[in-house]
């Protein structure tokens, strides 16, 4: 559980993503939780790693207040929405859409160009980012990510905003969003609080070395690193899925006979 969230913290500080794109297949291959309860407890988890990530964001100036409270306002509607799908959707479908979304993140970023900064945030623009938070709350609650993968990409493509700025934005915003999926998750159990404190609290040290690393690179080679991570996480949910196949095959087989 620590390596996983130590891991996580680190890859979670230098993208922003909160780390739930590691914590969730660490704790399905690794730590063997069911799929849904490693989503919410990934979701929990990922609260300690977006803190520590914040705070070397803030000291460095690289968070965007402004969008960050339009994205805010509907990530945590969408966190009601996604962790009531949980309870809902089968556990293959739920990996489907993990894959999808990391797939289309990843080709995102490898046609994303250099950004010079943002432009003011209009009505229009404000609505679309309240709307980006909405889908990204959903797929967080439902997925156990925080996030990040949806809004960084869809700043710095979406918004032209500096990647940097983007990723501390999005830590910014994965706060409140992790806080109402683990309360909805409580409810339901769908949350190992004793696994995701391990977790979070040791990808929190690492988180503040990711966040400094992401200061000095690149906008391009931080894209480039985000997709090919993007890539490899999606490979490993691949793997699951097809093992669970095998597995539900394998127990209709037994039926039958």
Do not use: C
């Amino acid at each position: 559980m620590a390596l996983v969230g130590i891991a996580a913290g680190l890859l979670g500080g230098l993208f922003g993503v909160g780390g739930g794109l590691i914590i969730v297949p660490g704790l399905v291959l690794l730590v063997k939780l069911e799929r849904r309860l490693a989503n919410g407890t990934s979701l929990a988890a990922t609260l300690p790693i977006a803190l520590a990530s914040l705070s070397t964001y803030l000291y460095n100036g690289n968070v965007d207040w402004a969008v960050a409270g339009f994205l805010a306002s509907g990530t945590v509607v969408g966190a009601i929405i996604g962790t009531k799908l949980l309870t809902i959707l089968p556990k293959r479908t739920i990996t489907i859409i993990f894959i999808v979304t990391v797939l289309a993140t990843a080709v995102r970023l490898f046609t994303t160009a250099d950004s010079a900064g943002r432009d003011s945030v209009t009505i229009y623009s404000g609505l679309l980012l309240v709307f980006i938070g909405l889908a990204t709350g959903t797929l967080s609650g439902l997925l156990g990510i925080g996030g990040g993968v949806v809004m960084v990409p869809a700043m710095v493509v979406g918004l032209d905003m500096v990647p940097v700025i983007a990723k501390g934005t999005s830590v910014a915003v994965i706060v409140p969003t992790s806080i109402m999926g683990t309360i909805r998750n409580r409810k339901t159990a769908y949350v190992d609080l004793k696994v995701a404190t391990v977790a979070g609290l040791s990808g929190a040290v690492t988180a503040i070395m990711g966040g400094m690393i992401a200061d000095s690179i690149s906008t391009s080679l931080s894209n480039i690193m985000f997709a090919f991570l993007l890539l490899f996480v999606a490979g490993t949910q691949l793997v699951t899925l097809r093992s669970d196949r095998r597995t539900d095959l394998a127990a209709a087989a037994v039926i039958v006979d």
